[in-house]
């Protein structure tokens, strides 16, 4: 199927290819070099105009551009552990020459920028190295509350480290569709098979509630934690709509950049109550041209320093290589990650004899770069190749309690003699995965100088994609098995059976800078489409997913210092997006459904006289042929200023996420036999023939009593569950420096409206023996705002190499609701007594019988005894607002150089140690709102 078609297609595909007739031939070259301070050269800086042309520096400092158009140029010249170096060039003759000098990044520069700085195409938020420093990050999600509207939060390994993009709430389906992609690589999980059963326990790696399923990421996004923080050089958010070289994803784009080239010896010391953390790194020059980098930290963190049960261990490492040659730059990059020391052993669970563990180990291997060629039509073409793969193992186990004493090993339908075991026996399961991902990309750039103002910059790419999971899967010793028989069993799964999926990708954008008279407009726009290929056979008979994604975005300067003597810079943003996430294999293709019913369990003291039959029936079409890929549409509007050192922004937003991946509740009717044999009975016999139970007793043969009964279960099946709706408005405003204290003010923060609903008809089931289950209708689900602001106080004072930052978090409105709406956004909910008590009900749409018919729900049902039972009852208050009263949260950061050698922060979050909990006055439901009290210190040496 083809999602996506939209008339803006059409004119994206005439603006790209109309573009060329612009072109003119260009001969002219910049050349240069990029020194430090000490004039020192400095090889693999990189040197690019207008963001787009670029190259690197040799091992000289030399760098080249060829084949330019005279006009006027924005450069910008930049090198891990410096000073970015931006500026304006005309191009006038054959030959132009700019030679740059960088500075090293020090608290004693003029200009140190600890938050995150907003760019005006697509919302993106940009995270440089001294604010990387600043936050002192554990992981990559620690860096997200710099982006408005996230709050301050307490840096953590014991919890998922998930990306979460315009939530106020964690959701599994926005960190689904957070693409993370690590030095042009996206890190891949759509191979994550960590779970026991997706038609028995949906994603969960656990049957109980004791943790083990917060530990694995099947059906989320890529666990942050996997990336170490200490190698970063900048991490980029694009929260609202991302060119369409980015695809498979909704909710946005996280893009970080490792460190690259020459960078001194550093060993950084982290420590706080709760954690600490070591890490080493070093990047040389070689002798025959290029730069090599390493990087290792551990990390060990508890959530309760009297419970190291609950700990989490880490151990990363990365290595790099570097070079120019000649027209050729090559990046080869590879990470090592590592969960160590990781046994979960709480002794609360000794009574259950629960104990279970998680291990993860797993690595990536990329190359990328990019072929500048001397002539011919390309300015320029980008590949990136890399391949990742990791073992994931989940083992548990616990003592079962199994009523019938009864275990099977059956894979048919049928009456099956079974095994007659103790009442109670411990089990022990495991999971093991084996995630692989092969991915690869090329692009074709061409540059076109329009006129000396205007350029365009075409793009042409192609993207392939490969994921399997070759580990063993879900095993256990079947006479233990890890779940006692009745509503519904397991069998053991291997994932080396799951097929492996693959997408091919090709995309096509254009980005233009045009000036408009007194003002200029900055468009991108691009389509991408993706056909990813899926095995009919397995999938429910799907045979593939196809999609197209236009994407626009733009930005209208106004104003700027040449046209008014006010503003120095007032501009118009805007963009509009689709994309899509496709299903997981978890999703894609789901175990079989099995049902045990215990027909007979009869035991003796001898062998002979004892009997067990289990009843087996086997869902096999568990596979929704209906599935679709998640699809989001999003729009923007903004407007961006700046007037001397005060500059800020605004945006206001909109994004519809339609088919939200999830499982719905599916009902099986279940027809067997019981047969019933006096306790004193001997030599019990089966004949699957006539499916009769004989035996003795008072010294005669006798035909065992068959009862038919019949039970409704109901089992999980993958499912476009959910749509969620959101608009809001983000924003940033900074003062600049107050010169005589020091002193900026920054103020950013967001205000979210979330609405989501369910998009299926969810069941409403008693229990098995009951006589009917109700169909309810779709709309159920919750309705959330959130306005906040951060005034951030951040202090540099270059004289003595410091920078502090106060910040006070102001939560000035939040409330929760449940909803269940009709199309129409009416309420589902009306007031009706029951048993002499109120209560708001939801009336089913139909409901099945024992039989399996299906009938529609008549207003008179509501006043059957039985059927009235399936009706959707709760309490008055649970559609009640819950607003909780405004708060502010008190944070502190740090940072003081000594010397050249050595660097301290500190940071320090609710130092004020304000302890207050929100009572939802309904339902008497309590929330923390402020996190605890928490002290961190990094001590940095540099050699």
Known sequence: MLQGKNPILGIILLFFFSLPSFAQNASNILEGTVRDIKGKPIELATVSLNNVIGSHTDRNGHYKLTRLKEGTYQYRVSFVGYETVMGTVHIQSSKTRLDVTLKELSLNLKNVTVTARQEQMGSKSLIGEDAIRHVQPKSLNDLLQLVPGNLIENPNLNNLGQAHIREIEDDDNNALGTLVVVDGTPLSNESNLQVVSPSKFGANSGMQSDGMSEQTTAGRGVDLRTVSAGNIESMEVIRGIPSVEYGNLTSGVVIVKTKAGHTPWEAKFQTDPNSKQVFAGKGFNLKRGGAANFSVDWSQSWADTRKHYMGYDRITASAGYSAQFGPLSLNVKGAFYSNVNNRKDDPQFEEQQIHYKNTNVGGRLSVSGRYKPAGGFLSSLDYNLSA?????????????NNPDGLVTTAREPGVHVAQIRNVGYTSAYRIEGIPVNLYAQAVANKYLQISENDYANLKLGAE????????EGFTYDENNPPQAQGAQTLRPRSYKDIPAQSTLSGFASSRLRKGLGSMGLMLEAGVRVSNMFVDRKQSGGI???LVAEPRVNATLNLLDSRNNP?????ALTGGFGISNKMPTLMYLYPDYAYFDNASLSKYGTETKDRLGLITTDVVKNTANPDLRPARSTKWEAGLSFRINRIKGFATFFHESHRHELGFTSQLIWQNYDKYTVPATATDPVFDAASGDV???ADGTEHTALRTKTIEMYTWSRAANSMTTHK????????????KPLHTSLNISGAWFHIKRKNENMPLNYINSSFDYVGVLPSGGGNLRNRFNSTFRLITHIPAIKMVFTTSVQVVWYESTQVVYEDENGNSRYYLK????????????????????HYTVWSPADADDADKSRIMYRTQPYLYEKDVIKPWALLSFRFTKEIGRVAELSVIANNFTNTKKWHTNPHSLAKTQLYPDMYFGAELKLKL
Not at 727 to 738: A, P, T
Not at 833 to 852: A, R, T
């Open 388 to 400: 990742q793969m990791s073992r994931t193992v989940d083992s548990h186990d616990n003592w079962v």
């Open 464 to 471: 392939y994609t490969y994921d399997a999971n070759r580990g």
């Open 543 to 545: 045979s593939h997913f």
């Open 566 to 570: 006010v503003f120095d810079l007032l």
């Open 694 to 696: 004989t035996y003795r």
């Open 727 to 738: 608009h809001g408005i983000e924003y940033g405003l900074d003062f600049g420096e107050i």
């Open 833 to 852: 007594s029951y048993e002499d008590k109120d209560y708001l009900v939801i009336n089913p749409v139909g409901y099945y019988d024992k039989q399996g």
